[in-house]
């Protein structure tokens, strides 16, 4: 489907792509991964002709049609259902021809053409798409103009998809999709009948819906057989292998310049030399393989210490003005809460963690917040507060006046920005380097706190895992809005959800709620056994908690238990660390040593203990 020949392009000089070639069977389903900035979104445009090559070719199969998300979303008085079916090009040409034909033998052709591209289904088809997607029958019937941009683009993805290209391009799809949306795509993909290349950081989309993944990383293209999982379990042994050969090879050079260097002077043995000299030319050790693991993120810690619990609601409303989104939430938020907040955009997902964090009032009921709670609140409108003329150390130098250059910089090496970034005005960083400058920003001073609405849309699948680590190391709490289910099961052990015009918990896990979509979906166009599926999901999804919990209680006990000996262990050391306890009595210094030994045999029992609960757990999971 898709032929690249030692593609050669640059930007500004600066290399994208050298001499990278590339087969895309016809029917491939495959996923596009690499480093944010290496230029796969301009591969797209590359192919699609919005550009040109310095060398090289791109070239797709004869008369395949390519399609991708439109850049302009729509906005008029077409209504959402209208413009899906303005898509399918040669349908609305066929049909404008139909009303002014007059030759019996082309309306003919007109028609026989109609039913052959099954034109009288397209309606249905297209309001399929358009509810997978979330627009319910009234949403498909208003006009686009009425709706936000995220819901606007949208309208544009189920516009490509109902139109079928050949060749269908996706640029991270699922950056304005909620988690529903995000797994009808997943099944809609997996299934579809062309070719599908698909840019995406989404963990769980490229091991459900692609079959191969191109990988783009130093300039060249790689392609795998597999989903992202097979691909990173190939590509880790692919680097093992050529790193041994290579150390082989730098062995055999050295043992062989060794004998060069030792008798290259002899005349008896001057031949001999020259003769592995030129052995030596010819071994060439291959180029060292090695991941480009993201720089980390690093949260302040909280700076204080908060009571349980530290926001309480109970039956509250907001919204904005007179218009009540929420109403009837009564919930509790601890120290250590770790929650997901799930359900469809537009239930009021982003208006609550408003209310948390003060944007927007409470219209009834009680909140209560603690005095001293400090909340560090992400989300995609926060952008806006970076000052786009001022670069990162700009940013940071407002916060830390009094501080030297040196202490700066680090600062922002924390939040994992490079040198030459700390000096890049903000409106020329990428998407991601805007994304960590402000969770560096917002948790400058070590909240208690943290709520992060779609986190994850402009970071790479590297950057998302060293988003997790540093969520896992932060001992606040957290409140998560997000359609990445790694980064859910990765950091959250409670789900809420947000639908029926309130917030409550959910209770079931994460894949029975994914279950309950579906059977849910297919109930309602089957006849409403969905109420029933969803209902044992619960109850099946219950019982398994319940099975479980034994098991998860060791664990968690092993943790508390592992936490006070680490403490224990820390007041010993700074206690050794002291010089004047070698002045003291000797039985003090003894004790302590003892004290030591036993604390450190007992957290490695404890420790050993915990690895094996962990096993049992996850073996029961997956099972």
Known sequence: MLTINNLTYRIQGRPLFEDA?????????????????????????????HISADSGSTEVNKKARIGAVAQEAPAGEETVLEVVLAADKERTALLAEAETATDPHRIGEIHMRLADIDAHSAEARASSILKGLGFEQDRQNAPTRQLSGGWRMRVALAAVLFSQPDLLLLDEPTNYLDLEGTLWLEKYLATYPYTVFLISHDRDLLNKAVNSIVHLEHRKLTFYKGNYDTFEETRRMQMELNNKSREKTLDQIAHLQKFVDRFKAKATKAKQAQARVKMIEKLKPPEAMFDEHAAPFQFQQPK????????????????????????????????????????????????????????????????KINKKLDIAHFAQHQMDKLKPEQTPLEHVTALMPLDNEAKRRSRLAQMGLTTSRMDTKAKNLSGGERARLLMGLITFSGPSMMILDEPTNHLDIDSRDALVYALNDYQGAVLIISHDRHLIEATCDTLWIAENGTIRELDEDLDSY????????????????????????????????????????????????????????????????????????PDKLIALGKDKARFSTDLEALEESWLEFSAELEDAERA
């Open 514 to 585: 994914q279950r309950s979509i579906t059977s849910n979906k297919e109930g309602k166009s089957g006849g409403g056994s969905g109420v029933n599926d969803r209902k044992q999901s619960r109850q099946e999804a219950a019982a398994r908690r319940a099975e479980l919990a034994p098991l998860k209680k060791k664990i968690t006990d092993a943790e508390n238990k592992m936490k006070r000996l680490r403490t224990e262990i820390d007041k010993i050391e700074a206690q050794l660390a002291d010089p004047k306890v070698y002045d003291g009595p």
């Open 21 to 49: 070639s590339l087969v895309l069977p016809d029917g491939a389903k495959a996923g596009f991964v690499g480093k944010n900035g290496t230029g796969k979104t301009t591969l797209f445009h590359l192919i699609q002709g």
């Open 304 to 367: 204080v210490d908060l009571p349980t619990p530290m926001i309480t609601l109970d039956k509250v409303s907001t919204g904005y003005g007179d218009t009540v989104i929420l109403k009837n939430i009564t919930q509790r938020i601890d120290p250590d809460a770790r929650i997901a907040l799930i359900g469809v955009n537009g239930n009021g997902k982003s208006t609550f963690a408003k209310l948390l964090a003060g944007d927007i009032p409470v219209l009834d009921g009680q909140l």
